[in-house]
């Protein structure tokens, strides 16, 4: 499944989200509920574990608006409230299930994988491709123009990530989030490195350049000009 998590506790995130990937899921992170809309507003997402108290936007406020414009993906809400009225609210709000915190990892996961069997079977994507960029997750091959490009572990969980995420604008903060696993801002050039290496194995020597810098917001790996 891919999931999105979105849990303004950093501690708390990083427990869950490791959990939910050595489970075999592929997770993604927001930090705030603006976030966190934002992010689903991209779709393709299987399931949401949303936080019901959230900076910038609460939970319940973040899911009543995309049911209202269409989003049916489930939703498992955590929250401290516990009371009948509070887990009621969540479910009014569009919650398809409700989890008190504190909670058990593998419940957590258990009701999360119960979510995706009750939306029914998901195709699960193993292959991305951008213009003749090509990714194989499963043989965790990366070819460009049919020519085999060699990246070390963390180039390649970068390059998915933005593989994921196509055509749309990454940030530093996401990446710092989903790629290296940092919920603060380490201060160092990491990231900068890391697209100059990458870059530099999927783009030179090629006619287009697919990852592009978006200068102030973040980049983006897309084969429009």
């Not at 009225?85 to 398809?96: E, F, K, M, P």
């Not at 990366?142 to 390059?159: A, N, S, T, Y």
């Not at 790629?179 to 990491?190: K, R």
Request: aromatic share 6%; charged share 30%; proline share 3%.
């Amino acid at each position: 499944m891919r999931i999105l998590v979105i849990e303004d506790d950093a501690d708390a995130a990083t427990f869950m989200v490791k959990g939910l990937r050595q489970a075999g899921h592929a997770v993604d992170h927001a930090l705030d509920g603006q976030v966190g809309k934002d992010m689903a507003t991209s779709g393709g997402y299987d399931a949401y574990v949303i936080d019901r108290m959230l900076p910038q936007k609460d939970g319940l406020s973040l899911l009543e608006e995309r049911r209202t414009e269409g989003d049916q993906t489930p939703a498992l809400f955590l929250s401290a409230l516990g009371e009948v009225d509070d887990r009621v609210a969540g479910l009014q709000s569009g919650g398809d299930d409700y989890l008190v915190k504190p909670y058990e990892l593998q419940e957590l996961i258990a009701r999360v994988e119960a979510l995706g069997r009750r939306r029914g079977p998901t195709n699960i994507q193993t292959t991305f491709s951008v213009a003749d960029l090509e990714m194989d997750i499963l043989a965790r091959t990366v070819r460009r123009g049919g020519q085999k490009i060699d990246l070390q572990p963390r180039e390649f969980r970068l390059l998915e990530y933005l593989l994921r995420h196509a055509g749309q604008v990454v940030t530093r903060t996401m990446l710092l989030e989903n790629v290296w696993e940092y919920h603060f801002d380490p201060q160092t050039n990491v990231i900068d490195v890391h697209i100059s290496r990458l870059r530099a194995k999927i783009d030179k020597g090629f006619d287009r350049q697919l990852l592009k810098t978006v200068r102030g917001a973040g980049y983006t790996l897309t084969d429009e000009h």
